[in-house]
């Protein structure tokens, strides 16, 4: 039971990694707070974890206030944040990329998760807690079309680093992690699409990526997710300003 007690936020909950850092946290003994846009996502994952549904917009200043009001009014303490909310950028060369699509990618992938942070700190504070944030193996390559994706990814890298040295003499860590590939709904479909485009099996495209990875697999959304708890957990008490590459060995950092 790595979080017995503590009260997890997780924002930017969506049917994937979020929705698993939901469940394994309150596997692991903690009462959740769910966060995103989509009331019908968040109503599942309350019935699956008994947790506190907060519809929230993270771009929105007031409504991430709200967000951590009703937290701090329902339990009475804030441990941990884990922040997923991204938005993919334009996938686009960096020399023709529109520039305004790329600001408003950084309003969702770098301010969102900055914004949540603060309106958090008094109570991650009073807590001694701890902020995880869901970042990219992006970071790693510089892979075209993938600039300015990696360029609010790096960012947010930077965010959270700085954010270790503001908050670390205060008691609050803060970490990221970095999964590459995630075996799920979203990327079976682009799989599959592929494969017929191609006219091969499925199993063939998976295998195809998963020969760039040590373990010729792909990760799963709970294996990231447990990933993330144990950076949230007292057992990654000495661990902050780090960020944690979950990618079966694609890359290594």
Known sequence: MLLDGKVVVVAGVGPGLGASVAVRAAG????????????????????????????????????????????????????????????????????????????????VNVLAALRTIRHLTPALIAARGAVVVVNSAVLRHSRRPFGPYRLTKAALLAATQNLASELGPKGVRVNSIAPGWIWADQLRGWFEFQAAQRGVPARQVYDEVAASTDLRRLPEPDEIADAVLFLASDMARGITGACLDVNCGEFHH
């Open 28 to 107: 692991q003994g903690a009462s959740v707070v769910l966060a995103a846009r989509t009331p019908e996502i968040l109503n599942d994952l309350a019935a699956k974890t008994g947790g506190l549904a907060v519809p929230t917009d993270l771009t929105d200043d007031a409504a991430v206030r709200r967000l951590a009001e009703a937290a701090t009014d329902r339990f009475g303490r804030i441990d941990v944040l884990v922040h997923n909310a991204f938005v993919m950028p334009p996938m686009q060369s960096l020399g023709r990329v529109d520039l305004a699509e790329v600001g408003t990618s950084f309003e």
